[in-house]
């Protein structure tokens, strides 16, 4: 009873470390002791595609929930069927968070550092049931959930820093590979609760991103093969059943997307090419890489070299897997030159291994995942697969260091209060070498952002009447449609992020009726534009200065002001300009 409740207190201490150190790595890293969760969100001055991520928070306080939103895409509102990619889980986390706070922004940071402990949490837990030891397993985990790809993607791939569900992926894949199966028959067959929890597992896998969905069942054919291989072809109906699973969920929660395809025609701008398999592909090398920025200078040139010097470089810089799970990597390469009797009671490294490889020789660039893009080019971006490459490298060096552990450091307390302290070095390490931290004052800069924006967009809501249509320039397509000159892209959501009562035309969705409009009426002379944006009902047009060189600028101030009849309220930048109707 004592050796049972002891084994209870030593797990739930392996819990409250991982999110304790997280909780602390959080606060130290991104200087969090400078920022004012409730009124700023992290990040705000980057910009870009973080932007998107905080009008996806502020559109669920807004709208209630992520279809359609009456603030964008003005006149008609914006409809985003067309741009949701099957992360309703997340997108429901969200919701909960804007209920609960009230406030989108402080809805918004939570979300964010959720993704860190979610993370470490959920790695710790696939470790242990691997049969990894928690002195070993959590550290480690903590590692993982600061993983290069995670601090990388931060709030401008906000979802993709979601992947906590990555770990019971992989603990299932694992279950599979092994001799034992993953549903087990109970005294009803296989309707037993274990087994329901486990389908709504794979239902959550299914929506919290289509990457992860479809790596996931990537790697469920990999496991399929390897049962047929081995001439076990009886036990592939599991995996089977897994890919049934996740693809059914995926097609019953993509339901309101396929009616209003149905009703209104699939988007052409939904149409990717195939030739992103290449340039997103997965780059060994990018794998073995320091992180940008790295602490160390001589590490930091190195990369910079790599960045500045060889092509396609872009987001698959993200795929860093840090010193620590690099090891691991490598020695999954070298496992592949091992025969099997010397890894027989290695079996996890084996599993790692076999997966390992099958990620990448399907995702680096020319790999299998080139067959696939001629078919589609839907998925593309099969870096994304470093994150799983990372757990299965974090599970290899923790196989090695269990077996250290067994060899050496069992028995005396002094050797195991030795082992446990060069474990907290190897987390020290690690995270040293895999994040670059953030000063405190580094958010000063972003409030003031921030700050100005706000006033500027309140000025705007001072002089016209809520519900009022604010027409923004320059035209941008929405989403993906990079950056204009100095303007970067999702720049003009500005408006709406700062906004309580306006209605703004930008983010209507692209190659739909109102982003035709819109687009057809930018190729017209600036006085015609003007002339029809009244006609549509707008109060005023916002302009993006940014965006235009300056003789433009001045071209453009000159007709603005003879046409409006106004003087423009004037962002304190200078860059941002608005021209009432009035």
């Excluded at 799970?325 to 599993?351: D, P, S, T």
């Excluded at 015609?528 to 006609?535: C, F, N, P, T």
């Amino acid at each position: 009873m004592k050796a049972e409740t002891g084994k209870r207190v030593q797990q739930v201490a392996g819990y409250v470390f991982v999110i304790l150190v997280t909780g602390i790595l959080l606060y130290r890293l991104l200087g969090l002791s400078g920022l004012d969760i409730v009124r700023y969100p992290i990040n705000y001055s980057s910009g870009g595609d973080s932007w998107t991520g905080m009008a996806t928070v502020k559109s669920m306080a807004d709208n209630g929930w992520i279809y359609n939103n009456a603030f964008l895409g003005a006149p008609d509102g914006a409809k985003y069927y067309d741009a949701t990619t099957m992360e309703l889980v997340l997108n429901a986390m969200e919701q909960v968070l804007v209920w609960i706070t009230g406030n989108w922004v402080l809805a918004f940071n939570l979300f964010y550092f959720s993704g860190y402990f979610l993370a470490g949490v959920t790695a710790y837990y696939a470790l242990k049931k691997l049969d990894i030891s928690g002195v070993i397993a959590a550290p480690t985990a903590v590692l993982y959930a600061f993983a290069p790809y995670h601090m990388a993607r931060s709030t401008g791939h906000l979802f993709l820093g979601m992947y906590f569900m990555v770990p019971i992926m992989v603990l299932f894949l694992f279950r599979m590979m092994q001799e034992e199966q993953l549903f087990q028959k109970g005294k009803r067959g296989f309707l037993t609760a274990g087994n329901v929890m486990k389908v709504i597992t794979l239902m959550i896998m299914a929506l919290t991103g289509i990457y992860y969905a479809f790596f996931m069942c990537f790697f469920l054919c990999v496991v399929i093969l390897c049962k047929i291989l081995n001439g076990e072809g009886r036990k592939i109906r599991q995996p089977l059943f897994g890919i049934g699973v996740i693809v059914g969920t995926l097609l019953i929660g993509a339901i309101p997307n396929l009616l209003y395809w149905a009703q209104n025609g699939k988007s052409p701008a939904l149409a990717k090419g195939g030739e992103g398999a290449e340039i997103y592909g997965l780059k060994i090398i990018q794998l073995l890489l320091p992180i940008k920025g790295h602490r160390r200078e001589v590490l930091m040139r190195l990369r910079n070299l790599y960045d500045s010097a060889y092509p396609l470089v872009n987001e698959n810089g993200s795929a860093s897997l840090g010193l620590f799970m690099a090891l691991g990597f490598v020695l999954l390469c070298l496992v592949l030159f091992v025969g099997r009797k010397r890894l027989k009671e290695q079996g996890n490294i084996r599993i790692a291994a076999t997966l390992n490889l099958a990620a990448v020789l399907f995702g680096t660039i020319g790999g299998f995942a080139v067959i696939l893009s001629f078919i589609t080019g839907s998925i593309r971006c099969y870096n994304r697969f470093s994150i799983f490459i990372a757990m299965f490298s974090l599970i290899a060096i923790d196989t090695v260091l269990q077996w250290i552990r067994v060899k050496w450091f069992q028995g005396r307390k002094w050797k195991q209060i030795l082992f446990a302290g060069g474990m907290l070095i190897i987390l020290s390490g690690g995270i040293y070498d895999q994040t670059v931290p953030r000063s405190p004052e580094t958010h000063t800069v972003s409030e003031q952002i921030y700050d100005a924006d706000d006033a500027f967009i309140k000025q705007i809501e001072a002089v016209e009447e809520p519900g009022a249509m604010i027409y923004q320039l320059p035209y941008m397509k929405y989403p993906e449609n990079g950056g204009i000159q100095q303007l970067m892209d999702y720049g003009l959501l500005v408006g709406y992020l700062h906004s309580d009562t306006l209605k703004w035309s930008y983010g209507a969705p692209s190659e739909r009726e109102t982003d035709i409009w819109m687009r057809e009426l930018n190729e017209k002379p600036l006085t015609e534009q003007i002339d029809m944006i009244r006609e549509k009902g707008f109060s005023g047009i916002y302009i993006d200065w940014n965006a235009y060189l300056p003789d433009e600028r001045v071209a453009m101030e000159s007709i603005l002001e003879t046409e409006t009849g106004t003087t423009p309220l004037l962002h304190e930048d200078g860059m941002k300009a608005y021209y009432s109707f009035k």
